[in-house]
């Protein structure tokens, strides 16, 4: 029976370390900053693509007003350790008017030449008077898109026609 289980276990481990580099070749990672913070407001959507201009927005936040949780979003972004001589990090920024309403990123995808990211929104039926600001980060390999297109689902309504906001991406 230990046997069986150590051996259950150690597949489990390698398929797992098999998984990751999957992720990695994809060229696109998903940056666990917390997905709602009202400091959020203080700044629109933008790619980073050098480590100067992500010094200079971290020092931008540094003394911004009306944040909750700012150590948590810098922590975040520091901890995904961007190598921007190889990445850009796309931040995407969504304003709700109810707090209520509830917002998603789905997995980004690259379609061609275009980095897709696609925010998911579910309208509640009575919704409350505060304003929600989200952001959700993506580190995109530079060379594998040249924009990032973020679209905006709403439940029951489908995909929007066109891109609510697109970002131009640097070249490799």
């Known amino acids: 029976m230990k046997t069986l289980l150590l051996t259950a276990l150690g597949l489990l481990l390698l398929f797992a370390i098999g998984q990751a580099p999957a992720q990695e070749k994809n060229g696109v990672r ?5 997905s709602r913070e009202h400091g959020y407001g203080n700044f629109n959507s933008q790619v980073i693509d050098s480590q100067k201009a992500f ?4 020092k931008q936040i540094e003394g911004q007003k009306n944040w909750n949780n700012r150590a948590g979003f810098v922590k975040a972004l520091t901890d995904a350790r961007i ?5 850009s990090l796309v931040l995407i920024r969504q304003m709700e008017g109810s707090g209520s309403n509830r917002v998603s990123l789905a997995a980004p995808e690259l379609k061609g030449d275009k980095l ?8 509640a039926e009575i919704g409350t008077a505060d304003i929600a600001n989200y952001c959700f980060a993506v580190a ?11 679209w905006v689902n709403m439940k029951g309504a489908g995909k ?7 970002l131009p991406l640097p070249a490799k």
């Open 116 to 123: 897709i990211c696609t925010i998911n929104r579910e309208v």
């Open 140 to 150: 995109v390999e530079r060379g594998k898109a040249t924009t990032a297109e973020v």
């Open 55 to 58: 010094d200079a927005f971290l």
């Open 83 to 87: 190598d921007f001589a190889k990445e």
């Open 30 to 34: 998903l940056i666990g900053v917390p």
């Open 160 to 166: 929007a026609a066109k891109p609510q906001d697109t």
